[in-house]
């Protein structure tokens, strides 16, 4: 067994004997164990206990553990923790308030004392149990491989890993080392770190799945293994895609390629939506079926504009070439769009220049050659430029973002007024860039909405006398 | 339920409405469900009965399906099968030999019909126990994404897909859908179809796992779907492996580049194994974990010769740049390596030249040019070439494969003689090509082992009268 575990240590676990380890040691069987193991194989180790104070034998069992580390001459380290409070403060079960207060510490120790890994000692028998846990929770293979031997970044740490050496080492035969070594574990606490369905699995499940077939351990164990390989390939190929096909990234938002993402098959668009997810909610532990699957639909629709509420507010947002993913949408970034923070107005004179967000300038100028003016407003092309007939104006035009109720009666719709929401939407423009967009108003009324419709009632014609060019145009120096 | 599968059988199933389709019907829920479905959804369908008569109900049963089909004028055939016979001849348990029976006659009338697909109708209950079952026997990805859509190729057909469109449709579902069109099944006979093993699971285990989370039938049915796309992706970078690595392929033997397989991830070198085992077991359904483990690590250890035993008499074998999996040593081609038949002799002239297998030449010459001959016998660097004194040969010099017990002085050695085994073992010759390696010999002794050594007794030395110049090459015309 030691020669088992002294290869775990150093090939699977990457341990250096020069390292100093902290390992959690609750006084059970796997953790004497672990630490026994660690201790004789010449590692320098740190006993940390934490005393849960949830069973009158707490206290004693702290003893326990204290005696053995200096007996043999170890670092012993312990804390008290008051698990009901913290659990009612948080609205968590107990046994997940034990866990959260019982990493936090086995970490924070970890960080002053400098130390190498954080251990503790999940047995193989945990390992099956929890593969089975994952089973019922309908989890794929992010979920059957299993515990990793190492586990880094940890929800705890990103520097420090999470290291479990006796994940493939049977409950039995750690007793038959403890007994070996004349180590008496405290009555074993496993019901503590362990909730109520853990146990139904243990006493009850694992049994009956032996009755079929006496291997089912062994089974389960192995293919955990080999699930945990194939995640591997498949992480790498998500990490390259991933890398491949971000094209923008902020705490707030992140943002792919889409014909990028469209290509990568399901399997590997679902592993990027779920990495995509935990980028914003890191301590997700289980992301529902439905919600990927809604992701995955969304991106096969196609639609041009629009977005899907993934969970807990987070949404998956398509723009043209662009798929986001954000908290909200008001926390995508406005530098692409021109913008205008609602209730804001400015006056624009002529000639005049008034800087917008992000570079974006509005520009507004008389035109010197009348003639060309008036050709050039009816050859135009460009959304983002329109020529006005100056006499229609009432100067200063001013500027500001949609209000409820505004209308417009463009150019080509023979006198009709249309709502500046629906002329928006009909041209998809984002949701996000409408509401700030930056309008163009004379006297009250709108005047022009930039990159979509100019007002026909001041349109150019043969017969005008003074022409103002606007231009709402990216200043590419900044 | 009729949309739904509509669009199952159009996008996941491919069905065509131009096809002819073969639907195995026992006269169950599942399989009248699904004629019904089909007839229903206009697909031209042809029923088909097995009568395992292993049950006194079996003739009415048949007689019920046949009434069906001609009620709804669709096409029916039937045959009768003797299951018990057929498996105490093939030592198949009697749920075996009527899986074998019933499949073989689905794609015999398949392909005498020119049909499109042969459709049976498990069900997501069955997906459900399949997956449970691939679990507790420790299957990986392949076996836990349980049953596919189509099936292509099938162990019956390269050409005919075996095609289940129910995969996703529940037991319940199923039997509200006959309910609604008043359709009355047999009494259900899946206890045909399955095993005792299966039963268990679906009476014992499967409302166990529900009473831990109601929903596990769902989630494992979902985590079945995710993992079948993942193991796809996985199929396909399996699949251009093993493209950019096969170096030989023949019906007894396959050729791996090694560096190129060494530099695969663990998990898809495992897949590789498997589909390179499947290749030459084509019918094999579990591979065991621990065979697979075993050449894993064969790969990995980097001996330049050497073998292991898969399963089955299937071998791998390293030699030099390839990794061989062969049925046996003796399947590997020899093309590669000059052979003599063992027993066989042959006699060599001087001059003459000898074909031996594949294009291998064996030549003897005298040496015209004397001293120009002692000089390059002196500087000689191709082990496939020797120059020997003539005076001290015995002609006609004979040519046979190793024998037990050969020995020879070699050049060098001091006089020491060595076995002609060791020789070969030293100098890394593959095991296969040692047995009939050619042996060129003098007066019962041996001369030249080409590639290897020339006898000290031979050597050309400054005073030799006579020179003759042998030759192993590879005639590179042929």
New interface residues.
């Given amino acids: 067994m030691l020669d088992k575990i002294a290869n775990i240590l150093q090939l699977e676990c990457k341990l250096q004997q020069t390292d100093r380890l902290l390992v959690g040691v609750s006084g059970g069987p796997d953790s004497l164990c672990l630490l026994h193991l660690l201790h004789t194989s010449g590692y320098r180790v740190i006993t940390a206990h934490i005393n849960h104070q949830l069973r009158p034998e707490a206290d004693q069992e702290a003893e326990v553990v204290r005696q053995f580390a200096a007996k043999s001459c170890i670092d012993f380290i312990s804390c008290v923790i008051d698990v009901r409070v913290y659990a009612s403060e948080h609205s968590l079960s107990i046994e997940e308030a034990a866990r959260t207060l019982r990493y936090r510490y086995l970490f924070e120790q970890a960080e002053r004392r400098g130390v190498g890994a954080v251990l503790v000692a999940h047995s193989a028998d945990d390992q099956v149990e929890t593969i089975l846990m994952h ?7 992010s979920g ?1 491989r299993g515990m990793e031997y190492i586990t880094l970044p940890n929800p705890w740490s990103d520097h420090i890993p999470l290291v479990r050496p006796l994940l493939s080492t049977w409950r039995e035969d750690i007793l038959k080392y403890l007994d070996k070594n004349q180590i008496v574990p405290v009555i074993d606490q496993s019901n503590l770190d362990t909730t109520y ?1 853990r146990n ?2 243990r006493h ?2 694992l049994p ?2 032996k009755s ?2 006496p ?2 351990r ?3 164990l ?2 955990g293994l ?2 945990r ?2 995640y ?3 992480q ?2 998500v990490d390259e895609a991933w890398e491949a096909n971000l094209a923008r990234q902020d705490p707030g938002y992140l943002a792919f390629n889409r014909s990028g993402i469209l290509e990568l ?4 668009q ?1 592993y990027l939506l779920r990495k995509a997810i935990a980028y914003f909610l890191p301590g997700l532990q289980d992301v529902d ?1 439905d919600c990927i699957e809604r992701g995955l639909k969304f991106l096969a629709e196609g639609k041009l504009v629009g977005q899907v509420d993934l969970l807990a507010g987070l949404c998956l947002i398509r723009e043209g070439d662009l798929f986001w993913l954000a908290a909200s949408l008001d926390a995508l970034p406005l530098t692409d769009y021109p913008a205008i923070i609602p209730g804001e107005e400015f006056s624009v004179n002529v000639p005049s220049m008034l800087s917008l967000n992000a570079g974006w300038l509005l520009q507004a100028v008389e035109t010197p050659d009348l003639l060309s003016a008036i050709q050039e407003s009816t050859q135009n092309q460009d959304l983002f430029q329109a020529w006005v007939d100056t006499s229609e104006l009432q100067l200063p035009l001013t500027v500001r973002s949609r209000k409820a109720g505004d209308r417009i009666q463009p150019i080509g719709m023979d006198g009709h007024s249309v709502k500046v929401s629906d002329l928006m939407i009909n041209l998809k423009l984002p949701k996000r860039a409408r509401r700030t967009w930056p309008l163009v108003c004379s006297g009250g009324h709108i005047l022009w909405v930039p990159g979509c419709r100019l007002s026909q009632w001041a349109q150019v014609t043969a017969d005008s006398r003074s022409v103002v060019h606007l231009i709402l145009s990216r200043d590419l120096s900044t």
Same sequence: chains 1, 2.
């Fill in positions: 089973l019922l929770r309908g989890s794929g293979l059957l369905f139904r699995l009850e499940l009956m799945l079929y077939n291997g089912v062994q089974n389960l192995r293919a080999i699930m390989d194939d591997s390939v498949l790498q190929i098959p399901p399997s590997i679902r079926f």
